[in-house]
C-alpha cells in the first residue's frame, strides 16, 4: 500500500504533473484534492504534449482511476470540453470518477472573480479569472454548490436561489453589474446532469477501501505551498490549501496513511500573478530562465516571473508539508550559465532571516543573500542516473539537499516521461 502525496514546494508550476505522469503507471488512482481550472499541468508522453488544467494528470496514465476529490472545485463546463479533447486525441478520459462532495464553480462566481479583481486595481490579485476564489469563499461561507446537488432539482434551486439574493445585490449595487436569474443558472447545471451521474462515486469511501486492499493511491495537488491560503504568501495566493495537510482534507485520507509526502520543486523558481519573490531577476538571467525554460503559464498564457533557486522557501516547503523526498526539475535549463547563484538566507535592512520572516513586511523587503556554484557544460537531457551527471551539477544538487532539508529522490533533465533521474523510487520506501 501506497499513499504519496504530491506537492509544489514553490509558486506553481514545478513540473508537478510531470511527477505525477512518472509515478502515474505504478498506481491505482490519482486523486486531485484542491484547485480547479487555475491549474494547468504539461505532460510530454511520447512527443506528445498534452495541457492540463482541471483533470489530474493520472488521466494520462493507462490504469490508474482519475478521480476529482471532494476538495475541488469543478466547472463543468470546462470539464466536458477538457474531457472532449482528450477523447478527440485518442486518449480515455471515461476513468474519471468525481466525488459527490466537490463543490462545482457557478458562471456568477467567474463574474465575481473577474469585477473584484478590477475593483482592487493595484492592489490585484492577479487571479486566473476562473472564479476559483468566489467558489471556495461560498463554500466556507455555507452557501455553495456541491455535485450532488445538481441530482436534485428542488435542493439546486432553494440554494441557487439563496446564493444569488446576497450576490445579485453585490453585482448589482456594487459593481453596477446585471442582476442574474437563478433560473438560469439552475438550468446551467441542470444540461450537465445526465453526463456527470455516471462519473459521480463516494470517492473518499472508494479512496480509503482501496488503500485497505493495499492498492496505491496518489494525490496529485494543484497549485502549491506558497500560493497556500494559510502558509502562502497571502493575500497573493490561491483560495485552497494545496499543501500534504490540504490533501488529506482534500481527498478523505488520513494523514496516518500517507507513505510519502514529494515536494517538487524547481532547479530555479518562477511565479506567475502578482506578489512577492525574493530571488526574482529584472536582468539578463530572468529573460534567459524564461526563455530556455519555456516559462509562459498554460492557463493564461501569462509569461512566467523568473528567479534563482530559494533555500528559504524550500526550507520552508519541507517543513510545512513534511517532505519526505524533493523532485528537482529542469535541472537541464541550467547548462552552460556559467556561475549559479543559490539564495541560502535574507537580508531585511540589515537583519538576516535564515527562515521565512513571519511578518510580510519583511518579507517583501527581503533581499536574496546568494552563494554561487559553477554550472556544468555538458549537456545532461540524455543522462539516465545520478552518477551520469557531470561532476558540477552533482556538486549542485548535493548542495540543494543539504540547504533544503530533504533529501533529493527525484531530478527531471527534460520535459519528456523518460528524462528522468531515480535516487530513491518512492513506490519502495
Ligand atoms: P505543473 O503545473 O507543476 O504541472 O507544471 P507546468 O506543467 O505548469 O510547468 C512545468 C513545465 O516544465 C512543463 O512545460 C513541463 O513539460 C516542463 N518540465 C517538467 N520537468 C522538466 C524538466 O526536468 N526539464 C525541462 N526542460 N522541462 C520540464
Ligand atoms: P499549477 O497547478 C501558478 C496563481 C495565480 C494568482 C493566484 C490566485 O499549474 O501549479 P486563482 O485563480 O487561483 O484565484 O489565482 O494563484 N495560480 C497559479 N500560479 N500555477 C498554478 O497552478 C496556479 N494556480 C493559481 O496566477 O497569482
Ligand atoms: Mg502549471
Not at 2 to 19: H, L, M, P, R, Y
Not at 271 to 280: I, N, Q, S, Y
Not at 296 to 315: I, L, P
Request: hydrophobic share 35%; aromatic share 8%; with cysteine.
Amino acid at each position: 500500500m501506497a499513499a504519496i502525496v504530491v506537492v509544489g514546494a514553490q509558486w506553481g508550476d514545478e513540473g508537478k504533473g510531470k511527477a505525477t505522469d512518472i509515478l502515474g503507471c505504478q498506481v491505482d488512482y490519482v486523486v486531485k484534492p484542491n484547485g480547479g481550472n487555475n491549474a494547468g499541468h504539461t505532460v510530454v508522453v511520447g512527443g506528445e504534449k498534452y495541457e492540463l488544467k482541471l483533470l489530474p494528470a493520472g488521466v494520462l496514465s493507462e490504469n490508474a482511476v482519475p478521480v476529482l476529490g471532494n476538495g475541488v472545485v469543478i466547472n463543468l463546463e470546462a470539464l466536458f470540453d477538457e474531457i472532449d479533447g482528450l477523447e478527440a486525441r485518442g486518449a480515455n478520459a471515461s476513468r474519471l470518477r468525481i466525488s459527490a462532495n466537490a463543490h462545482v464553480v457557478a458562471p456568477y462566481h467567474q463574474v465575481l472573480d473577474r469585477v473584484q479583481e478590477r475593483f482592487l486595481g493595484k492592489r490585484a490579485i492577479g487571479t486566473t479569472g476562473r472564479g476559483i476564489g468566489p467558489t471556495y469563499a461560498d463554500k466556507v461561507s455555507r452557501v455553495g454548490i456541491r455535485v450532488q446537488d445538481i441530482f436534485d432539482e428542488s435542493i439546486l434551486r432553494q440554494k441557487v436561489t439563496s446564493a444569488l439574493d446576497v450576490k445579485n445585490q453585490i453585482l448589482v449595487k456594487m459593481y453596477n453589474r446585471k442582476a442574474i436569474d437563478p433560473e438560469q443558472i439552475v438550468d446551467y447545471f441542470l444540461s450537465y446532469a445526465d453526463r456527470l451521474e455516471p462519473m459521480v462515486i463516494e470517492a473518499e469511501l472508494e479512496l480509503n477501501r482501496a488503500l485497505d486492499e493495499g492498492k496505491h493511491v496518489l494525490m496529485e495537488g494543484g497549485q502549491a505551498t506558497m500560493l497556500d491560503v494559510d502558509h502562502g504568501t497571502y493575500p497573493f495566493v490561491t483560495s485552497s490549501n494545496p499543501t500534504a495537510g490540504g490533501a488529506c482534507v482534500g481527498s478523505g485520507i488520513g494523514p496516518t496513511r500517507i507513505t510519502s509526502s514529494l515536494g517538487i520543486i524547481k532547479a530555479y523558481t518562477t511565479r506567475v500573478g502578482a506578489g512577492p519573490f525574493p530571488t526574482e531577476l529584472f536582468d539578463k538571467w530572468g529573460e534567459f530562465l524564461q526563455t530556455t525554460g519555456g516559462e509562459v503559464g498554460v492557463n493564461t498564457g501569462r509569461k512566467r516571473r523568473c528567479g534563482w533557486y530559494d533555500s528559504v522557501v524550500a526550507r520552508y516547503a519541507s517543513r510545512v508539508n513534511g517532505f519526505t523526498d524533493l523532485f528537482v526539475t529542469k535541472l537541464d535549463v541550467l547548462t552552460g550559465i556559467g556561475e549559479i547563484p543559490i539564495c541560502v538566507a535574507y537580508d531585511v535592512d540589515g537583519r538576516r532571516f535564515d527562515e521565512m520572516p513571519t511578518s510580510q513586511s519583511d518579507f517583501h523587503h527581503a533581499e536574496p543573500i546568494y552563494e554561487t556554484m559553477p554550472a556544468w557544460e555538458e549537456d545532461i537531457t540524455g543522462c539516465r542516473t545520478f552518477g551520469e551527471l557531470p561532476q558540477r551539477a552533482q556538486d549542485y544538487l548535493n548542495r540543494l539537499e543539504e540547504l533544503s532539508g530533504c533529501r533529493i529522490s527525484y531530478v527531471g533533465v527534460g520535459p519528456g516521461r523518460d528524462q528522468t533521474i531515480v535516487i530513491n523510487d518512492v513506490m519502495e520506501s
